[in-house]
Nanobody, 123 residues
Framework: QVQLVESGGGLVQPGGSLRLSCAASERTFSSYAMGWFRQAPGKEREFVAAISRSGGNIYYANSGKGRFTISRDNVKNTVYLQMNSLKPEDTAVYYC????????????????WGQGTQVTVSS
């Protein structure tokens, strides 16, 4: 069973940047497609980005296209989310998730989840 630990969240001003990291405990990390999701207070969890097992296929929600970049390092067992030009509406708890299959934008298809990291965009 893979364990996921996110880090890198914090408070940032509008227009700023953050880089989230998600470290996986599983040595077979490259067997898992990875996704980033977020959940704001009072809202449903929403898809942000996903990356295939090899990193060759990437998928973004429209909200992050052109601003967010997902990547992974299968040697370090880590997936990243680089977030630029942050907006107040990006404020949420960000979660990484893993699934033993192809990547997906649906949170119900991910079995393993991290505890989340808070991102707050405010002046």
């Amino acid at each position: 069973q893979v364990q996921l630990v996110e880090s890198g969240g914090g408070l940032v001003q509008p227009g700023g940047s953050l880089r989230l990291s998600c470290a996986a405990s599983e040595r077979t990390f490259s067997s898992y497609a990875m996704g980033w999701f977020r959940q704001a207070p009072g809202k449903e969890r929403e898809f942000v980005a996903a990356i295939s097992r090899s990193g060759g296929n990437i998928y973004y929600a429209n909200s992050g296209k052109g601003r967010f970049t997902i990547s992974r390092d299968n040697v370090k067992n880590t997936v990243y989310l680089q977030m630029n030009s942050l907006k107040p509406e990006d404020t949420a708890v960000y979660y990484c998730a893993a699934r033993l299959a192809t990547y997906s934008a649906s949170h119900v298809e991910y079995r393993y989840w991290g505890q989340g990291t808070q991102v707050t965009v405010s002046s």
